[in-house]
């Protein structure tokens, strides 16, 4: 039953800030919507703000489940922001808000993961070292969440599977190759003193 209590406030949140901005929504307005006393909500979450890190939590969770079920950069940033398609409205107005950090560092966590997952995957990853892998899975990661932040941030004008898609040509092929050129280069690069 509490369970069932949970997925009902998290449905009803959701329904609402698909609706209307996160900053005006309430706990009266989420209890009313799912018919649930306050009480009831507390013994759950500690406030909204808990309620909508669990659910970008779960959501991180889901989406790190299917990790390997995609070929292309275009499937795997397509499932890494499949939360904020499903919920283009409701992402709009937490990044609205002022809680736009949850959304922007589900983004960064997610799109981080799937990066990672697909360089390791790409043909030289096994020659590279994990420091480079890990530092050209960093690099796109901050690439695909920041053009898909200015995204949000121009308002979504944009289908999200076309802009997906014109991103993912910039990426076509550049992984291997960039494995190769940091599997080529010497690894005891002198650094420089500092001090």
């Given amino acids: 039953m509490s369970q069932l209590t949970r997925k009902a406030i998290q449905q009803s949140f959701m329904k609402l800030l698909n609706q209307t901005a996160f900053d005006k929504i309430t706990v009266k307005d989420i209890v009313r919507d799912c018919g649930v006393n306050r009480n009831t909500f507390y013994y759950h979450y500690q406030d909204i703000y808990g309620l909508l890190r669990e659910i970008l939590a779960e959501e991180m969770k889901r989406a ?16 890494a922001t499949d939360f904020v398609r499903q919920n283009k409205k409701a992402a709009y107005h937490l990044y609205n808000s002022i809680n736009r ?16 997952d697909f360089v390791q995957k ?32 121009r308002g979504m004008q944009e289908e999200t599977e076309a802009f997906v898609s014109r991103i993912t040509v910039l990426m076509e092929g ?22």
């Fill in 174 to 195: 550049n992984i291997s190759s960039i494995l190769q050129r940091m599997a080529r280069r010497p690894q005891d690069v002198p650094k420089k003193d500092l001090s």
């Fill in 64 to 79: 790190a489940s299917c990790v390997h079920d995609y070929n292309t950069w275009q499937e795997a940033i397509l499932e």
């Fill in 101 to 116: 950090q949850d959304i922007e560092k589900y983004l960064y966590d997610v799109i981080g993961k799937i990066t990672l």
């Fill in 122 to 153: 790409q043909e030289g990853a096994d020659q590279a070292c994990e420091e480079d892998i890990r530092l050209i899975a960093d690099f796109y990661k901050c690439a695909f969440a920041g053009l898909f932040l200015e995204w949000m941030d």
